[in-house]
């Protein structure tokens, strides 16, 4: 280095609650900042998703201190996905990082991945080795989500990933380009294209405080991922229809060759109640199927925008 740095690297880091670990974040990440001061300029974007703890008053007090610490407070819960996006909308590095404010992806890693985005990658993301401290039953529902996932959308979204990555200006750019509202991050990063590779670490306990995703909301992630990626469980539904018309079609052609050659008397009632019932309960689950779908129609040409800013600091 000839002691002019002339790159910036704006680090994302969204906060729903997280009083516990934030001061410790906040430290972490102003350390890294001086100890590659020679090296590359960071700013940090905390993005407080409509944390109703200290987090908020935290971070006002750390960008009182700090004019590189810049809040982006939301003017109620959004949600993860929504705080990212806030966040690298108000980014102006050359580079992003996103970052969890709990500690559990090492902020360190963040220069090893800049080192290795300036090799030529446009998106250098996390790829978790080992998951401390999560239950075997968050591991098992993770791996079938990204077997689930990887089956149903077109694009291919490296398993074990999350939302720790960095990303180049110009896939910053195109990322912001994209305005839909049911937004899976780190399904559409792999969209973009771009050159990308991975960066192996081992995923750390949370520092404190409890996830933010409970069952509840990790299923509607999954379910979310799902179906603003692909088109594909209306193919599904497709196929489940022709196969259960075959059936029908069997099952009637049975009846025929009964009726026509042999004496037996076909007993029905129970057996006709029961095809109603099932095929009734299919149809609806897959009108359902159908509804999901124009839900999000109809929550796209609203057109609102995806988050409303309540305050920003040091921005
Ligand atoms: N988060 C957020 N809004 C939410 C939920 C979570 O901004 O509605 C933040 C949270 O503060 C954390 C990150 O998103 O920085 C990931 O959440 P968490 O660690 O709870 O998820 P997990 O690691 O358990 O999947
Ligand atoms: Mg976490």
């Known amino acids: 280095m000839n002691g002019v740095i002339n790159e910036k690297i704006t680090v994302v880091v969204p ?8 001061a410790e974040t906040i430290s972490r990440l102003i350390r890294i900042r001086e100890i590659s001061c020679n090296e590359v300029d960071f700013d940090l974007i905390f993005v407080d998703d409509g944390s109703s703890d200290a987090s908020l008053m935290k971070l006002r007090e750390a960008s009182s201190q700090h004019s ?13 996905q929504i705080a990212i996006t806030a966040g690298i909308d108000y980014s102006d590095g050359d580079y992003v990082a996103v970052i969890d404010a709990d500690l559990q992806d090492p902020p360190e890693l963040i220069v090893d991945m800049y080192r290795r985005a300036k090799e030529g990658f446009d998106v250098v993301y996390g790829k978790r080795r080992s998951r401390a401290g999560e239950t075997v039953f968050k591991k098992v529902t993770a791996s079938v989500f990204y077997r689930l996932l990887r089956y149903m959308c077109e694009i291919d979204i490296p398993s ?23 937004r899976f991050v780190r399904g559409m990063v792999p969209w973009l294209g771009f050159k990308h590779v991975a960066l192996e670490y081992e995923r750390a306990e949370r520092f404190a405080g409890v996830t933010k995703y409970p069952l509840k909301k990790m299923i509607a992630f999954a379910v979310n991922a799902i179906l603003s990626f692909s088109s594909k469980p209306l193919t599904l539904a497709i196929r489940a ?9 069997a099952g009637g052609a049975y009846m025929l060759y009964l009726k026509l050659f042999t004496d037996v008397v076909v007993p029905g009632l129970t057996a006709i109640l029961l095809t109603i019932v099932i095929f009734g309960g299919i149809q609806i689950l897959l009108i359902g199927v159908v509804g999901e779908y124009i839900a999000r129609i109809f929550e796209e040409v609203k057109g609102r925008p995806l988050y409303l800013v309540g305050e920003t600091i040091n921005v």
């Not at 590189?68 to 993860?80: M, Q």
């Not at 074990?160 to 049911?182: C, K, L, P, Q, Y």
């Open 15 to 22: 906060v729903f609650n997280e009083q516990e670990s934030i």
């Open 68 to 80: 590189f610490i810049k809040v982006l407070a939301l003017s109620r819960n959004f949600g993860h």
């Open 241 to 249: 229809g022709l196969f259960t018309i075959l059936v029908g079609m």
């Open 160 to 182: 074990d990933t999350g939302d720790f990555r960095i990303m180049s200006r110009r896939a910053v750019d195109a990322f912001n380009s994209m305005r839909e509202r049911h």
